[in-house]
């Protein structure tokens, strides 16, 4: 069996067996092996693998040693090029990143280890190579324009990996009497946005640092010019945006949600996008005359919006619910429901409300896109192509789409379906550069040429 081991920067494996031949049980089957369940896999961020062998009952010395490996699955095998000859560790630089299944086989007199490995075979072990740290960007920092009653700061960021942690985010700020990085919130979900209220002993000039970490341990950094807090004795009018860098979208992946709605096409909005105009007013207040209980659906449709904003989740949900048991048949207030929903991690509510939508809508791009969402995060994979595939039927040329398709095959261990889903986006018009970006980036760690 394979234990992880940690040593001189390498990603290290150990193999303990018998020498002598042991016949493999699998190399008659045919067909790709289902995916590993993650508890199975070794995640390595480093391009070197080392693999320490130990011979239990060593009486000859070894003739040869060699290591083979998948990158789809166990549909075909290939040996490894070994920089270390017969003896352990085994080292071997892998061709690119992805997930690899490997098999390890000695010979010596008495003969081979095993049989080399067929389709179908069952790796030794198998590991999850990444060298890609996150890609993150700091959107924007900028003071509420309540500040001086409520001291606070809306931060957005785009963080895009295909292996992000659960809660990938964390949040430091640095003043002029602090000197060092003090958290602010660790372990936030990627949402795109955090409100902080500044606390009244911290004024002057702040940095604030935002931290993405991923499953294999990278984490990149970035952090944002100085900002100026002014004191709370000092009423200073605060500018709209002192940190406002050029608008894009929030790269997604399949096991990263949407959090902002479009009520005017029912459909998401980029979560990297500024927030509407407006957003720093209290709550929309009800019609007057109107009585408590009795504010139309659109007036508790705009207060769950105004909530949901701002991160306040629970708040949103409540507000929608209130929409939806006055008019049951609006669908936007639907759409952002199950959107907080998943915010929330309520993955299978959030999923029962897309699919009440498309039992009465079954083309609403905005509840299909959410549910094949809900599907991979679940990694119900085959289930969130089949929606995926739904969605492209309703819009052919919609680039996002076609993004998580070829991401769902990926995980579903199929680089053809894959790369041929991202290739169809060089074909759409008007695609935005950072979607042209994120696929460019895929083609390279995913290309055509299996060999090494």
Not at 70 to 89: E, F, M, N, V, Y
Not at 355 to 370: H, K, S, Y
Request: charged fraction near 30%; proline fraction near 10%; glycine fraction near 6%.
């Amino acid at each position: 069996m394979f234990t992880n081991l940690a040593a001189e920067a390498f990603a290290q494996i150990l193999l303990a067996f018998a020498a002598g031949p042991t016949p493999n049980s699998l190399a008659e089957s045919t067909g790709a092996l289902p995916a590993p369940r993650p508890e199975f896999v070794r995640r390595i961020r480093t391009e070197r693998v080392r693999v320490d062998f130990v011979l239990r009952n060593e009486r000859e010395p070894l003739t040869d040693v060699a290591l083979w490996y998948t990158d789809d699955l166990s549909q075909s095998w290939k040996r490894a090029r070994l920089s270390s000859g017969l003896d352990s560790p085994a080292i071997w630089e892998v061709p690119r990143d992805g997930l690899y299944g490997l098999f390890l086989i000695v010979v010596n007199a008495a003969g081979a280890s095993a049989l080399d490995p067929t389709p179908g075979t069952a790796p030794h072990q198998w590991v999850l190579v990444d060298t890609a740290p996150p890609e993150l960007k700091l959107m924007s920092v900028r003071r509420d324009r309540r500040f001086a009653e409520n001291r606070r700061l809306l931060i957005r960021w785009a963080a895009d990996d295909l292996r992000l942690t659960e809660r990938p985010i964390d949040i430091h700020f640095r003043s002029a009497t602090t000197k060092t990085f003090t958290a602010i919130e660790c372990g936030l979900p990627n949402s795109g946005a955090f409100p902080w209220n500044v606390p009244g002993d911290v004024n002057g000039e702040v940095v604030i640092k935002i931290a993405a970490h991923d499953e294999v341990g990278h984490t990149t950094e970035v952090t944002s010019e100085p900002l100026a807090i002014p004191d709370d004795s000092i009423a200073t009018p605060a500018p709209d945006s002192p940190v406002d860098e050029p608008r894009i979208a929030r790269a997604e992946s399949p096991g990263n949600a949407r959090s902002d709605t479009d009520p005017r096409n029912a459909d998401y909005a980029p979560a990297g996008t500024p927030l509407p105009e407006g957003l720093d007013r209290e709550p929309p207040e009800p019609p007057p005359g109107a009585k408590p209980g009795e504010r139309p659906a659109m007036e508790r449709f705009r207060q769950g919006t105004w909530h949901r904003q701002r991160g306040e989740w629970k708040l949103a949900e409540e507000r929608y619910r209130e929409a939806l048991q006055s008019d049951p048949g609006m669908t936007p207030a639907r759409l952002d429901l199950a959107g907080v929903l998943f915010k929330q991690r309520r993955f299978d509510e959030a999923g029962q409300e897309y699919r009440r939508i498309l039992a009465e809508q079954p083309e609403n791009a905005g509840a299909l896109r959410g549910l094949a969402l809900v599907q991979a995060t679940n990694k119900e994979y085959q289930s969130a192509r089949d929606t995926l595939q739904r969605l492209l039927t309703v819009r052919p040329k919609d680039p996002e789409a076609w993004l998580y398709l070829g991401d769902v095959s990926i995980f579903m261990g199929d680089r053809v379906a894959a790369r041929t889903a991202w290739k169809k986006i060089e074909s759409i018009p008007n695609v935005a550069p950072d979607i042209r970006e994120r696929v460019q980036k895929r083609l390279v760690i995913y290309p055509a040429d299996d060999s090494p």
